[in-house]
């Protein structure tokens, strides 16, 4: 066999092709990364970063910079016929983060390519992926840069996070399969002065208008979209502020346009590949998957995929990865985009009825449906993504007991403990035992694995890297664990891998036995 030339080739340097690159160099694997773009973009693109990708971005050490370059928005009001018909609070979502940021792409992408560069990596622009074969030991590459130089490139792995035009996705046969054809909308970047609640989304309907959706930004900054008609998006080709700003006064009123940043139209599509990987090459984000941009699921579907795909990734390179555990990649993450493309879908279609009966009875039941609290949960739940879960993943083990999370939920937070802060330190799994007698010697549990134990006491556990005391049992109750203690291993992304009580630690075993290899 011969030796690869690195150890992953990732394709795309957009927020998705950066995390990926972020997530294998905190663990020690150099990947190379190249983006046909000779500088980064300057369009703003994706806007929203969701409470379950702030999660995610605090273990790549990123969240502080992100919350402090951009804007908190905590709730998302629906307006119809000059009123404001429904709240949707966002704080009611089980997470640390119970909150979305909105902030420019260019800056997401810019801070995650800082952070790549102080973990020592790199982005190669204006270098473009221009061939590719593989076979059951080696991914060749063939790369050309901006003056017409080319390069072979010999790697054990390679990521498509190339967009929604991904040549990795060509080159290895495969392509997105769905719907083509759909509204078209314009997308206004803009300098705007209004009187809503700038810590909220807006969405106004009407029952004689199309919608139109309004996201704040740090100080003036705004994100207007607009479904077009049919006439409209004829003349929308090369879109400009006077058009943004008649249909802003037709459909909400009071929204002064100053000056555009970046103005486009766009047509939605909703489509994804049939597997997220073929041999020993991956898709990732608008390469594996694209759909409408209600709700701003687009971006944090895609960093997700990749901070999912990181950690597999890095114990394939280590030779570590237990028989099954890339492909889990596909069993996981396919199921979740598939799921944001059939609410994104439905909700498109509702937002964008055309007949003034359909569009009058739409909006008064988004007014009766906010009254029930449980809807409004749901909804925020939705946005967020906090009730994403891995529970049929084949790499999840333990069926665990009655009450609390199951494996594959999202590992969650006890406020005031510093219970998030211990599970996201660190790059691998942590074993964590809640309650009962201290075990730090469990059988089968790599000897990497970190340990932290919650104790009623007041004296740190030995054997365990960190013993948080929880007196009042408020992390045993809210994982729902028996006073004969459990053991949960949570999994380098934050999620549950096994729940087991103290007298099932073969399933901890066969846990570690999917995962990693001996």
Same mark, same amino acid.
């Given at each position: ?21 972020c ?8 990947a ?20 379950r ?10 969240v ?17 016929d ?26 997401? @992408? ?10 020592g ?8 992926l ?31 996070t190339?967009?929604?035009h ?46 139109l ?16 008609? @049919?006439? +409209? ?8 502020l ?11 009123? /009071? ?13 939605? $599509? ?12 991956f ?10 941009p ?7 579907t ?19 990865? /237990? ?5 889990s ?26 007949h ?43 069926a ?10 999202? +590992?969650?937070?006890?406020? /005031?403990?510093?219970? $998030? +802060? ?12 809640i ?36 007196? @009042? $049992? ?5 994982y ?6 459990a053991?949960f291993?949570i999994?380098?992304?934050g999620?549950? /891998? ?21």
């Amino acid at each position: 066999m011969s030796a690869p030339d690195t150890p992953v080739l990732v394709v795309g340097a957009g927020p998705v092709g950066l995390l990926l690159a972020c997530e294998l160099a905190r663990r020690g694997v150099a990947a190379r990364v190249i983006d046909k773009l000779p500088r980064p973009t300057t369009e703003s693109r994706a806007i929203i970063v969701h409470a379950r990708s702030l999660e995610m971005l605090e273990r790549v050490g990123v969240v502080e910079e992100v919350m402090a370059t951009g804007l908190k928005v905590t709730g998302a009001q629906f307006h119809a016929d000059g009123e404001t018909r429904a709240e949707i609070p966002l704080n009611t979502v089980d997470s640390p983060y119970p909150f979305s940021v909105t902030l420019p792409q260019t800056e997401t @992408e810019r801070i995650l390519a800082e952070r790549l560069t102080a973990l020592g990596g790199a982005v190669e622009r204006g270098t473009e992926l221009v061939g590719l074969e593989q076979d059951e030991q080696l991914v060749r590459a063939r790369l050309r840069r901006e003056d017409g130089r080319e390069e072979a490139v010999a790697s054990s792995w390679i990521a498509g996070t190339d967009g929604s035009h991904s040549t990795v996705r060509s080159a290895v046969g495969m392509q997105l399969e769905g719907s083509f054809k759909g509204e078209r909308f314009l997308l206004g970047d803009v300098e705007a002065d209004y009187d809503l609640d700038r810590g909220a989304m807006h969405t106004f309907f009407s029952a004689d208008a199309a919608p139109l959706v309004v996201f704040p930004m740090r100080g003036e900054r705004t994100r207007l979209i607009a479904q077009l008609t @049919e006439e +409209a998006a004829a003349d929308a080709a090369e879109p400009t502020l006077e058009q943004m700003q008649a249909i802003a006064d037709q459909r909400a009123g /009071g929204v002064r346009l100053l000056e555009a940043h970046w103005l486009t139209a766009f047509e939605i $599509h909703h489509a994804q590949v049939p597997r997220y990987r073929r041999g020993r090459a991956f898709l990732a984000g608008d390469a594996a998957h694209v759909h409408s941009p209600v709700g701003g699921q687009g971006m944090n579907t895609g960093m997700q995929d990749a901070f999912n795909l990181g950690w597999k990734l890095a114990l394939a390179v280590e030779g570590r990865a /237990g028989a099954g555990l890339l492909d889990s990649y596909h069993e996981e993450r396919h199921p979740v985009a598939a799921r944001v493309i059939n609410q994104t879908t439905r909700m498109t279609s509702m937002a964008t009825l055309r007949h003034k009966g359909q569009r009058a009875l739409r909006n008064h039941l988004i007014h009766l449906a906010s009254g029930l609290a449980p809807i409004r949960a749901e909804l925020a739940n939705q946005v967020e993504e906090t009730t994403i879960n891995y529970r049929d993943s084949p790499v999840v083990a333990g069926a665990g007991h009655s009450g609390g999370p199951r494996p594959g939920d999202a +590992a969650p937070d006890v406020a /005031g403990l510093s219970l $998030h +802060a211990a599970l996201a330190e660190g790059t691998g799994h942590t074993l964590l035992q809640i309650g009962g007698a201290p075990g730090a010697g469990e059988p089968g549990v790599p000897a990497s694995v970190r340990r932290v134990f919650v104790s009623e006491g007041t004296s740190s556990e030995p054997g365990y890297d960190l013993t948080l005391f929880d007196p @009042e $049992h408020r992390i045993q109750g809210r994982y729902g664990v028996s006073d004969e203690g459990a053991l949960f291993a949570i999994r380098p992304d934050g999620y549950i /891998g096994v729940k087991a009580t103290q007298a099932e630690t073969d399933a901890t075993a066969r846990y570690f036995e999917k995962v990693v290899s001996r």
